[in-house]
């Protein structure tokens, strides 16, 4: 639904809600697809421009961040977006991707690898600089006898305790400066992450994009490739409607085509049409 609480952003100088479409998280781009790969970039629209805002704020108030959300609504590119343009004086980012086989064992070498030892046993990152750790499907490791995921424990033990123990020399080791941003697909893997790790993180639904806002995120990437490539005027102008024609098309088969028992493999979702729009951005105006 739109013109509610949630489509407006409050801006402290005037003290004004405004649209997202002008807050500082909200930034024109232009796509260049000779030097620049489409799936690189993230095209602003105003659930973006939100979602951007919070992230970004909460993440430099040292606080937890989960964005929760069906497969393909860009919750990985979101966050990655956000990870690079922190200031790496300050900040430092390590990425760890969940699986169903991913235990506490397997994930406790990985949160290491970036770490350094300080004093004693306490460890953290170099220099004065906090870590970042984005966790992606969080909730996919596999449920033990007890109805629990050892990963999942490890962190929440992180977080509560701010330490964890060498599983060799089974000594205490005290992990300072780190947060946890994760991004989970609550349709796949646990429906239901452990509570008493959820009380830590600001939880975001990520929801599918508008129409309005896939017909101007895909027009910003088509555009771009017309131009850039020197396409003659008589198809750059043509390109709205083909981006029109996709999203219609998209939309008849997923309403058509539902996923059932049967016909399991019926997920239409929107990498599927960005995968339509990377194979547009190889043509070459030479051909055409």
């Not at 086989?101 to 220099?127: D, H, M, V, W």
């Not at 992180?158 to 349709?187: F, R």
């Not at 008849?252 to 493999?265: D, I, L, M, P």
């Amino acid at each position: 639904s739109r013109d509610t609480v949630f489509d407006y952003w409050l801006d402290i100088k005037t003290n004004k809600f405004e649209s997202w479409k002008l807050c500082p998280s909200f930034k024109s781009i232009e796509f260049d697809s000779t030097i620049t790969r489409m799936s690189d970039v993230t095209v602003p629209t105003a659930e973006t421009a939100s979602l951007s805002f919070w992230l970004n704020l909460l993440v430099l108030k040292g606080y937890h961040v989960m964005l929760a959300g069906p497969s393909g609504t860009g919750k990985t590119q979101l966050t990655n977006g956000m990870l690079n343009q922190l200031n790496p004086e300050f900040h430092l980012s390590s990425s760890i991707n969940m699986n169903y086989y991913t235990s506490a064992a397997i994930l406790q070498p990985n949160l290491e690898a970036s770490l350094f030892k300080r004093t004693g046993s306490s460890y953290g990152p170099p220099g004065a600089a906090k870590m970042v750790y984005f966790v992606d499907d969080l909730n996919l490791p596999e449920l033990d006898s007890y109805g629990t995921q050892s990963a999942i424990a490890l962190i929440r033990q992180h977080i509560d305790y701010k330490h964890w123990y060498d599983n060799q020399k089974l000594s205490l080791k005290i992990i300072d400066d780190c947060q946890y941003v994760a991004a989970l697909n609550p349709t796949a893997g646990s429906f239901h992450i452990n509570p008493r790790l959820q009380r830590h993180f600001s939880t975001f639904a990520v929801g599918m994009p508008s129409a309005t806002s896939l017909h101007t995120i895909y027009l910003t990437f088509l555009d771009g490739h017309l131009k850039c490539t020197n396409f003659n005027n008589s198809i750059i102008g043509v390109s709205g409607n083909i981006v029109k024609g996709a999203l219609a098309v998209h939309k008849e088969v997923s309403e058509t085509f539902r996923k059932t028992a049967a016909n399991f493999h019926y997920e239409f979702n929107i990498r599927h049409l960005s995968n339509v729009f990377q194979g547009l951005l190889i043509a070459s105006s030479h051909i055409f």
